[in-house]
């Protein structure tokens, strides 16, 4: 039998952040394709729209009006599934019907007055402002709550309502379950081996190189070992931070240099607009400010779904939802892919 090649040949890898495995399949890639071709997304966005909730000046369904503003805007959402206060739950009487209280708020964070525009399309200085604004609200909300979730959801095919370039921000009152389990994998591991989790992740990609998507003085940005989602990327700091809010003013701006450049890199793949979940974890908040938190690292996490073209896009179906998640391209391949991209933007390659 041949011997083993991982670009080649079938294999599990495991997450250690998850505590999960990942079915890596990479002799499927010459699979053919006749299932479904998603609408490819529309591009012709216009600047203004009277009509978008989201847009300057503009009065929202509610009757609240926003603000003529140049460069971010945050609002709490219309539509917050967490309220700051509600009645709670009473005591379990029976262990298989467990509840407990969830309290929280929402908060939406326009990242520019255009709807015509996307991070990658925008300038350093105004990807800045909005990684400022996150670190911002890392602290308000982090004063109050034990998890403050920053996403964004972009592109019709991840569930984004609207074109407008925009994220989410969730706070609660209680550890969501991705942060739970990478609370107690990351505290495991510390314990363990004395050192954070991705801290050690970072030093040895860093050396093995070949993972590697794009990097600065700061950060790191790779197609984790791991990875599920085809073009997955995990970005993180070279250096120990627990929470955004600790970034120094130079990595705030290092990091806007890394967004730029990935996501463009991204826009280019398929020359779309690339579709993705991402979002940023750190260190807990609220009433866990006070301990000793050494085990967290901060990190973001970008899932892009799209597999083949701008229009066909891998779903987490069947063995996915039944069993493991499965991957086809390994996550090297996937890097190599991203790497060998141009970081000049395919919109702004042709005015440049
Ligand atoms: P997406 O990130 O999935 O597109 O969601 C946009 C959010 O904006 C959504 O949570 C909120 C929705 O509740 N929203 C408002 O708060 N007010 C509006 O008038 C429109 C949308």
Redesign the pocket.
């Known amino acids: 039998m041949a011997s083993f090649d991982a670009n080649e040949h079938q294999h599990n890898r495991y997450n250690p952040l998850k505590d999960e495995w990942v079915l890596v399949s990479p002799h499927r890639m010459k699979r053919p394709w006749s299932g479904q071709v998603e609408k490819p997304p529309i591009e012709n966005i216009p600047r203004h729209d009277p009509k978008n909730?989201?847009c300057p000046g503009n009065t929202?369904?509610?009757g609240?009006v926003n603000p003529n503003y140049e460069s971010t805007f945050t609002?709490?959402?219309?539509?917050?599934?967490l309220l700051q206060e509600g009645p709670a739950p009473g005591p379990s009487d029976h262990p298989l019907f467990k509840a407990s209280p969830a309290n929280g708020t929402?908060q939406?964070v326009c990242f520019h007055p255009w709807s015509d525009i996307t991070l990658p399309l925008m300038s350093i200085k105004e990807i800045r402002t909005v990684i400022d604004k996150w670190a911002e609200l890392m602290v308000d909300l982090g004063k109050k709550y034990t998890w403050v979730q920053i996403?964004?959801?972009r592109g019709a095919i991840?569930?984004?309502?609207?074109p407008?370039p925009?994220?989410?921000v969730w706070a609660s009152s209680f550890l969501p379950n991705e942060p739970r389990v990478k609370d107690r994998t990351q505290r495991e591991y510390y314990t363990k081996h004395g050192t954070p989790m991705l801290v050690e992740y970072a030093k040895m990609e860093v050396q093995k190189k070949d993972r590697i998507v794009l990097a600065n003085a700061d950060w790191l940005c790779v197609v984790p070992y791991w990875a599920v989602w085809p073009y997955e990327t995990l970005v993180l700091p070279l250096r120990h931070i627990l929470r955004l809010q600790d970034l120094t003013d130079d990595e705030k701006n290092s990091l806007a240099d890394i967004m730029k450049r990935l996501l463009t890199k991204y826009d280019n793949m398929f020359q779309v607009s690339f579709p993705y979940s991402m979002g940023w974890h750190g260190a807990p908040t609220g009433e866990h400010y006070n301990e000793d938190q050494s085990h967290w690292q901060l990190h973001a996490m970008y899932y892009p779904p799209l597999l083949r073209s701008a229009t066909v896009k891998k779903f987490m179906v069947g063995y996915e939802m039944l069993a493991t998640s499965q991957r086809d391209l390994t996550a090297e391949q996937a890097a190599e892919k991203l790497r060998n991209l141009p970081d000049v933007h395919y919109k702004q390659a042709e005015t440049s």
């Open positions: 909730p989201l929202r369904p509610n609240k609002f709490d959402n219309d539509f917050p599934a929402c939406v996403f964004e959801n991840m569930g984004c309502s609207n407008h925009h994220c989410q």
